[in-house]
């Protein structure tokens, strides 16, 4: 999240890419693991590679089975820790294409956009760090200036290999917008282009006033919305991790416009304290494999007074997890001005009108989905297990029939997946009556299923009762149909 990241996704998104990259050579097991988790993904239905039967389409891709439930339960646990679980949240779910005003308000017409050198022999575009050899000598502080570069003497162009001095100018490094442009309504003209939004963050600055009009709240609160977001991404790369479509969870926290740095640095603290408590206990990740970068002042966007990126230990490199910044009043008073509407909010004790200020954490899903995947992989001598949180876990259970050719059996088992889909509402609950009972097994530990629940003989001779497979224990209890609820939603808390 540093200069075109809020605005302006470029710094930290670069500076993550470059990690990446050099990283990745230095670290085959890890490589190694990320070609597995890739693997699984595909082989186990999480995530496919987008439009595949007519060849693919590079770096889409899409959430399949498994995938969109473990997506699911991301999202649900954050809406609900940061939305319903809080008196001074509330959320929106704004229009994915917004008017164009917007984004001329916001800078993001003007300023989101990286830096391109194209060789003039290939015809490739580049940014300048993709080239070995660049060296930045002016950076972009304010909208409107342009970075310069220059290149050491062996710099060639990476597709052609033609000497950079014959064929990369610095000095053409042309913007490009980062933005995905359409046409509204059924003719191509200037007049009806449109973008698909680059953030979701805008819709809580536009949408502010009527927020305010009705949901009766009171600074400091906030806004909060998941969605698709779009960015024409120069090198989108390493799997999910950066792709031209993905979706952010985000907040925007108004507070009253600070007399003194603790007055806003308290809630910055406020929120850096509840994203690490998210990464611990909603997604389980150990603590240790996050790491906080403070943002320096010249890499955040010029209207930042603080910026942290959250990286976590990816297998291609430290990367961007998170982000936290300040962003001061610069989008709704940007807004306020273009719109000619009064963005103020009155305080309803002291009746004085101010422009609120705001602290905005944002993550990314498929960032966040990624980790997971990252996080909990492992393999062990005779399998491979997801051993995530089972509150993130696709299915909280499977049901199998012992054999699948004993009508009493698929019978018992049809009756207790009911009983946990719908008379318990345990969340999703997968059947499987394919092969035998080791083979299922194997397949849901693959998916991090949490227990395999097994009708057998002695659960329609003897006494209702099934055996129910822990996943990272292997043991294998019987217990009481009528006590499976209990049994499992204790190991969802
Ligand atoms: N409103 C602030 C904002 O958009 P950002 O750092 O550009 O800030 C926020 O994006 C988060 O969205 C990142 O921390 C990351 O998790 C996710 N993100 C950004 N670009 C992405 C991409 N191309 N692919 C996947 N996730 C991305």
């Not at 930045?136 to 052609?160: H, L, M, R, Y």
């Not at 998916?447 to 129910?468: H, R």
């Amino acid at each position: 999240m540093g200069k075109t990241a809020s605005t302006f996704a470029k710094a930290t998104a670069d500076k993550s890419a470059a990690t990446a990259m050099t990283q990745k050579d230095n670290m085959p097991e890890q490589n190694d693991l990320m070609e597995k988790i890739v693997s699984l993904c595909k082989r186990r239905g999480f995530v496919f590679p987008g439009s595949e039967i007519y060849g693919g389409f590079a770096n889409s891709f899409d959430y399949g089975p498994v995938g969109v439930e473990l997506k699911n339960n991301i999202k649900q646990l954050w809406w609900k820790r940061f939305v319903h679980q809080r008196s001074d949240m509330t959320g929106i779910d704004a229009a994915l294409i917004m008017k164009p005003s917007v984004w001329e308000a916001s800078g993001h017409l003007k300023e989101f956009s990286d830096p391109l050198i194209e060789c003039t022999k290939c015809h490739h575009r580049f940014r300048p760090d993709q080239i070995p050899g660049y060296e930045q000598i002016s950076v972009v502080s304010k909208p409107g200036e342009i970075a310069s570069f220059k290149f050491s003497a062996d710099t060639v162009c990476p597709n052609c290999k033609t000497p950079a001095m014959e064929c990369l100018n610095p000095y053409q490094a042309k913007k490009f917008n980062l933005m995905f442009k359409t046409f509204i309504g059924p003719s191509e003209e200037q007049t009806n282009v449109a973008y698909f939004r680059p953030e979701t963050a805008q819709a809580m600055f536009v949408d502010f006033k009527n927020v305010l009009d009705t949901a009766r709240k009171t600074v400091p609160f906030g806004i909060a919305q998941i969605g698709k977001a779009f960015r024409n991404e120069i090198t989108p790369g390493n799997f999910i991790f950066r792709t031209r479509e993905f979706e952010q969870m985000e907040i925007e926290y108004f507070i009253a416009p600070p007399k003194t740095d603790e007055d806003w640095n308290k809630y910055f603290e406020m929120w850096r304290e509840n994203m690490l408590l998210w990464i611990k206990d909603d997604l389980g990740i150990d603590i240790k494999h996050i790491h906080e970068l403070e943002v320096p002042e010249s890499d955040r966007a010029f209207y930042s007074k603080r910026t942290i990126d959250f990286e976590y230990d990816f297998p291609f490199g430290k990367s961007e997890l998170y982000g936290l910044a300040y962003r001061t009043d610069y989008d709704l008073s940007q807004h306020q001005k273009a719109s000619g509407q009064d963005l103020r909010y009155m305080d309803p004790q002291t009746n004085e009108k101010y422009l609120p200020h705001v602290i905005e954490p944002t993550w990314g899903v498929d960032r966040s989905v990624l980790a997971v995947l990252c996080e909990f992989y492992r393999e062990e001598a005779d399998r491979v297990v997801l051993a995530s949180p089972p509150r993130l876990a696709p299915y909280k259970a499977a049901v199998f029939p012992l054999l699948k050719n004993k009508p009493e059996l698929v019978a018992k088992a049809r009756e207790v997946y009911s009983l946990l889909t719908t008379h318990y509402s345990l969340g999703p609950i997968a059947w499987d009556d394919r092969g035998n009972v080791g083979k299922r097994y194997y397949s849901q530990d693959e998916i991090g299923t949490p227990f395999c629940i097994t009708v057998d003989f002695d659960t329609i001779e003897k006494d209702n009762t099934v055996t129910v497979r822990n996943r990272d224990t292997k043991e294998q209890p019987r217990v009481k149909i009528e006590e499976l609820q209990n049994y499992i939603s204790k190991s969802l808390q």
